[in-house]
């Protein structure tokens, strides 16, 4: 079967994918722009035809989640979060672009001669180990809450407040994710003790609901605390509204009136002091009843699921659970917040001045990481300038330390992207590594030791062994700290060392 022809192939004139429809170029860019910050998979599929008959197909893919994405007249270019993660495609050859009915995926098509490429690009979902692996990744500074919905509350809450002029030196982005993370706040506490064994280049800022004890009490007396490593852990500071209910979630940083606003269908959140906690019946309307209430339910607290419109007679919570003409009539929380992130009518004027209280506290963990003392090598010293700091049999941390002109110091620190390389010196004894920073380059030697190459190994086998740069100007104030070579790149370089050691 031949697809090519020598005349120039008119413009989405191909047949489409049974699963999407032919688009303008201009529209797979709109979509393609709304990528940005998303994971998507790429499945870059080519299929070479030859003139008798014969053909072949081959297909490489990829996933990861976009940082930026350009467009000129030329081409399109989409980076990830890594060196390595980056998508280059030209505008030259390209016959035909597709989509999906619901957007979440763009189809090119190439032909030149007798090759035929077909490339998707697709949103997708990634699992939690791999979303929580971005907390650790993070390029700048970052706050990770205890729900789903508390970085909607804060994220808009931010952006409000700057628009007023405030705020605006907090440069920091939220960890954003939906059910594919189960945060809660024993996975957030664990989570945030073990970022705090690593050195972070940025702040990490943990951020607690106030409605547990426990949590509370950990942080009773201290608007943050510090847990080393550029690592913060906050609790909700209690709102002047809500001194005398201190128990609260992030919803309750709005008035009563607020958390009540209808949206179009009429649903809203309720609170547990609007109905008999032993009846589970609303005081006000005869037909509305909930099941989530009972004497030891905090009177502020946030219901947003089984609040039932019941035209029965109902005596008891048996009977409201037994009742089958009920409706749920209540909003999700989530539906809540997403209404409020959205600027949705007419959530889009709650106010959001009790926010004020969690980036005052923030500022403050600002000041302290502009101002913090310089840090000191732990671990031992392998080579010059060199720490090997173990944790356990199996987990370590290589740490570099080195000094430069405070120019270069400043580019290494606002870098998001280092390209490195790994090679033997001349006489064998060491190993060099160098590293590209924009317009910085170093290079450090290693002295090849037992304890050196079996952190290696160890490196190629577990990806929780870190190399982390550690950068101080000329005058030795400490200016960056950050993690390096933590892709599959570098345990290909680590094995090509290993390779020629053999070979001596």
Same mark, same amino acid.
């Given at each position: 079967?031949?697809?090519?022809?020598?005349? /120039?192939?008119?413009?989405?004139?191909?047949?489409?994918?049974?699963?999407?429809?032919?688009?303008?170029?201009?529209?797979?860019?709109?979509?393609?722009?709304?990528?940005?910050?998303?994971?998507?998979?790429?499945?870059?599929?080519? !299929?070479?035809?030859?003139?008798?008959?014969?053909? @072949?197909? &081959?297909?490489?893919? @990829?996933?990861?989640?976009?940082?930026?994405?350009?467009?000129?007249?030329?081409?399109?270019?989409?980076?990830?979060?890594?060196?390595?993660?980056?998508?280059?495609?030209?505008?030259?050859?390209?016959?035909? =672009?597709?989509?999906?009915?619901?957007?979440?995926?763009?189809?090119?098509?190439?032909?030149?001669?007798?090759?035929?490429?077909?490339?998707?690009?697709?949103?997708?979902?990634?699992?939690?180990?791999?979303?929580?692996?971005?907390?650790?990744? @993070?390029?700048?500074?970052?706050?990770?809450?205890?729900? *789903?919905?508390?970085?909607?509350?804060?994220?808009?809450?931010?952006?409000?407040?700057?628009?007023?002029?405030?705020?605006?030196?907090?440069? $920091?982005?939220?960890?954003?994710?939906?059910?594919?993370?189960?945060?809660?706040?024993? %996975?957030?506490?664990?989570?945030? &003790?073990?970022?705090?064994?690593?050195?972070?280049?940025?702040? /990490?800022?943990?951020?607690?609901?106030?409605?547990?004890?426990?949590?509370?009490?950990?942080?009773?007396?201290?608007? #943050?605390?510090?847990?080393?490593?550029?690592?913060?852990?906050?609790?909700?500071? $209690?709102?002047?509204?809500?001194?005398? =209910?201190?128990?609260? &979630?992030?919803?309750?940083?709005?008035?009563?009136?607020?958390?009540?606003?209808?949206?179009?269908?009429?649903?809203?959140?309720?609170?547990?002091?609007?109905?008999?906690?032993?009846?589970?019946?609303?005081?006000?309307?005869?037909?509305?009843? =909930?099941?989530?209430?009972?004497?030891?339910?905090?009177?502020?607290?946030?219901?947003?699921?089984?609040?039932? /419109?019941? +035209?029965?007679?109902?005596?008891?919570?048996?009977?409201?659970?037994? +009742?089958? =003409?009920?409706?749920?009539?209540?909003?999700?929380? !989530?539906?809540?917040?997403?209404?409020?992130?959205?600027?949705?009518?007419?959530?889009?004027?709650?106010?959001?001045?009790?926010?004020?209280? %969690?980036?005052?506290?923030?500022?403050?963990?600002?000041?302290?990481?502009?101002?913090?003392?310089? *840090? #000191?090598?732990?671990?031992?010293?392998?080579?010059?300038?060199?720490?090997?700091?173990?944790?356990?049999?199996?987990?370590?941390?290589?740490?570099?330390?080195? @000094?430069?002109?405070?120019?270069?110091?400043?580019?290494?620190?606002?870098?998001?992207?280092?390209?490195?390389?790994?090679?033997?010196?001349?006489?064998?004894?060491?190993?060099?590594?160098?590293?590209?920073?924009?317009?910085?380059?170093?290079?450090?030697?290693?002295?090849?030791?037992?304890?050196?190459?079996?952190?290696?190994?160890?490196?190629?086998?577990?990806?929780?062994?870190?190399?982390?740069?550690?950068?101080?100007?000329?005058?030795?104030?400490?200016?960056?700290?950050?993690?390096?070579?933590?892709?599959?790149?570098?345990? %290909?370089?680590?094995?090509? $060392?290993? +390779?020629?050691?053999?070979?001596?």
């Amino acid at each position: 079967m031949r697809f090519f022809k020598e005349n /120039k192939q008119e413009y989405n004139s191909l047949a489409a994918d049974i699963r999407l429809y032919k688009i303008p170029l201009e529209r797979a860019e709109e979509i393609i722009k709304t990528f940005k910050d998303k994971w998507i998979y790429v499945n870059f599929i080519t !299929n070479i035809y030859k003139y008798n008959d014969d053909s @072949s197909q &081959s297909g490489i893919y @990829s996933k990861f989640r976009v940082r930026d994405i350009y467009f000129d007249d030329n081409s399109i270019r989409i980076y990830g979060l890594e060196d390595s993660d980056r998508l280059f495609l030209s505008k030259i050859n390209l016959v035909q =672009t597709e989509c999906s009915i619901e957007l979440d995926e763009v189809k090119l098509i190439y032909k030149e001669k007798n090759m035929f490429n077909e490339i998707y690009i697709k949103m997708y979902l990634p699992n939690m180990e791999r979303r929580l692996h971005e907390i650790e990744e @993070s390029k700048n500074h970052l706050i990770i809450t205890e729900g *789903k919905t508390d970085w909607k509350h804060l994220k808009n809450a931010l952006l409000k407040l700057k628009a007023e002029g405030k705020f605006n030196q907090l440069d $920091i982005d939220f960890f954003e994710y939906e059910d594919e993370v189960q945060m809660g706040n024993d %996975v957030l506490k664990r989570i945030c &003790s073990y970022q705090s064994l690593f050195e972070n280049e940025k702040l /990490k800022i943990f951020i607690f609901d106030s409605d547990d004890k426990k949590i509370n009490n950990e942080h009773r007396g201290h608007d #943050y605390i510090y847990h080393g490593n550029n690592v913060y852990s906050l609790v909700l500071p $209690i709102p002047k509204h809500r001194e005398a =209910t201190p128990l609260i &979630s992030i919803e309750n940083y709005y008035q009563d009136s607020e958390i009540k606003t209808k949206d179009a269908d009429h649903r809203r959140l309720y609170l547990a002091n609007e109905f008999d906690l032993a009846t589970g019946k609303h005081s006000i309307f005869e037909d509305v009843y =909930t099941l989530l209430v009972n004497d030891k339910t905090e009177i502020n607290h946030i219901i947003d699921n089984k609040v039932y /419109k019941i +035209n029965d007679k109902i005596n008891n919570k048996k009977d409201i659970f037994n +009742n089958n =003409t009920k409706t749920n009539i209540a909003l999700s929380k !989530n539906r809540f917040a997403n209404y409020i992130l959205d600027g949705v009518r007419p959530f889009d004027t709650i106010s959001v001045q009790s926010f004020e209280l %969690v980036f005052e506290i923030i500022v403050n963990i600002f000041e302290k990481y502009y101002h913090q003392d310089k *840090k #000191y090598a732990v671990g031992e010293e392998i080579s010059p300038g060199i720490y090997l700091e173990k944790h356990d049999d199996y987990f370590e941390v290589l740490s570099i330390h080195g @000094s430069c002109s405070k120019e270069i110091a400043l580019q290494i620190r606002e870098a998001t992207h280092v390209i490195y390389g790994m090679k033997l010196s001349n006489d064998k004894t060491n190993v060099i590594l160098s590293l590209q920073f924009q317009n910085a380059k170093i290079e450090c030697s290693i002295q090849i030791s037992e304890k050196f190459l079996d952190f290696l190994y160890k490196k190629t086998q577990n990806k929780f062994n870190r190399i982390e740069l550690h950068i101080c100007d000329e005058e030795k104030n400490f200016i960056s700290h950050k993690e390096i070579m933590n892709d599959d790149l570098c345990v %290909v370089l680590i094995q090509g $060392i290993f +390779n020629e050691l053999r070979n001596l």
